[in-house]
């Protein structure tokens, strides 16, 4: 295939992958607004699972279509990461009214078990051979039940008024629509892996660099999309969990591609090597860092602690460049 058609389609599929997602995240603020479904419900299964399609259907692809399983690790690490760094770049950018907003006390414990599933994945990586069960690592059925417990500690229902949003789209024309967006990104997620793919090969990328770039900036989008659309219309706490939701289901998705893997040569996806080490070590402290944020900013409205809440937002883009950076140079080397 002509290089020229690789870049033209990998550009094409992030461009439908942004416009779903600015649609995704206007119907999940009306169903927010005309349901009595919690905001964190909302966002964090909702939302998250759907606009964590593309990881899903990327790493299936990669683990038994591409056969790359350092694709995997990589996708998802790397999707975590550019999710909570553009996440604080948007509550830069919506300054204003990010003042105001105030954020449900539920994303503590869920930040918390993002940390969680963090330590379980460097268990898989520092431990792999011991936790090897056939083909697939002990750690990945961790990581589901842990989700499991997750969902039934989550908030289901608010006390909306269903008068919040104004739009002339009703509930039922909402979910429908919001349905139809969702069966069309998963076909743009499937074309994104073989993109992907290509464009590594092109430029001469390590498998698990290039997850974590090409498909993890990619992959990501949903979430980052549909989260400024929500940041747009004010609704920080959905947007909140749309983002964290979204990190914590992909992990489960670790446990399907490590499931799957056997169609790879019998190799799980916990592979270490230094892109998967460093990602582990900055998606940890990028999301410790939205959880001091997050008790912080719930504390207080003075305005020095805001500033200090506004200083700890950028750390997570800080980490994300830092990783690129290093990253980059470890290549070149």
């Avoid at 290089?3 to 439908?16: K, P, R, S």
């Avoid at 602690?305 to 506004?310: D, E, K």
Wanted: proline share 2%; aromatic share 12%.
């Amino acid at each position: 295939m002509p290089d020229a058609v690789v870049y033209i389609g990998y550009m094409l599929m992030v461009a439908l992958i942004v416009f779903l997602s600015m649609k995704l995240g206007k119907y999940v603020d009306i169903i927010d607004a005309k349901s009595k479904i919690s905001g964190a419900f909302i966002g964090g299964v909702m939302l998250a699972a759907v606009t964590s399609l593309p990881e899903l259907f990327t790493s299936l692809t990669a683990v038994w279509v591409v056969r790359e399983n350092e694709l995997v690790l990589g996708n998802i690490l790397g999707s975590d990461l550019v999710n909570l760094a553009f996440f604080g770049v948007m509550l830069l950018v919506f300054s204003r009214g990010f003042r105001k907003a105030r954020f449900s006390k539920f994303y503590y414990l869920a930040l918390s078990v993002a940390l969680g599933m963090y330590g379980l994945v460097a268990i898989g990586l520092y431990f792999a051979e011991y936790m090897r069960l056939t083909w697939y690592s002990a750690v990945s059925p961790v990581i589901l039940v842990l989700y499991i417990l997750f969902i039934q500690k989550m908030p289901k229902t608010s006390e909306s008024d269903g008068d919040k949003c104004k739009d002339s789209l009703t509930l039922k024309q909402a979910v429908i629509r919001f349905c139809i967006c969702a069966a069309v990104l998963i076909g743009a997620s499937i074309a994104m892996t073989y993109f992907s793919d290509l464009v590594s090969e092109m430029l001469g990328l390590g498998k698990t660099f290039a997850g974590a770039l090409l498909l993890g900036v990619a992959t990501s989008l949903p979430e980052l999309i549909s989260s400024v659309t929500l940041c747009f219309r004010g609704n920080f706490d959905t947007a909140a969990g749309n983002i964290i939701g979204s990190n914590i289901f992909n992990f489960t998705i670790l446990f399907v591609a490590d499931v799957f893997s056997f169609g790879s040569g019998a190799s799980n996806i916990y592979i270490p090597n230094l892109d998967s080490k460093f990602l582990l070590i900055f998606g940890a402290a990028a999301t410790l860092t939205t959880l001091v944020m997050m008790l912080a900013k719930n504390r207080t409205k003075h305005i020095g602690a805001f500033l200090g809440v506004q200083a700890a937002n950028a750390v997570p883009p800080v980490l994300y460049v830092l990783y690129l950076l290093i990253t980059t140079a470890v290549i070149a080397i």
